[in-house]
């Protein structure tokens, strides 16, 4: 056999080799990592904590002005989305 026939068949079995056990866990590792970057599970849950603490503050606010009725309110919305963030 020539060098050049031999380096066909090495490519070829090369390209046609199943991937072993460890290297489909790795693989398999490696995609879910970086589709949590992509999109994490839990982005609306930040975003409700976030949201649950600016209420809270707009309802401390209001509280504290003429406003009162509304700020309880506010506050309230504010403290339930904390919570059901938490309790998440």
Excluded: C, Y
Excluded at 14 to 37: S, W
Excluded at 54 to 83: E, R
């Amino acid at each position: 056999m020539s060098q050049q026939a031999q380096s066909t068949l090495t490519a070829q079995t090369a390209t046609t080799h199943k991937p072993a056990l460890f290297q489909r866990v790795m693989l398999k590792k490696l995609d879910k990592k970086i589709k949590n970057q992509l999109s994490p599970e839990r982005a609306m849950a930040k975003s409700l904590l976030t949201i649950g603490t600016i209420m809270a503050i707009i309802g401390l606010v209001l509280l504290v002005n003429v406003a009162a009725p509304l700020g309880i309110i506010a506050l309230s919305v504010g403290l339930v989305l904390i919570l059901v963030d938490l309790l998440r």
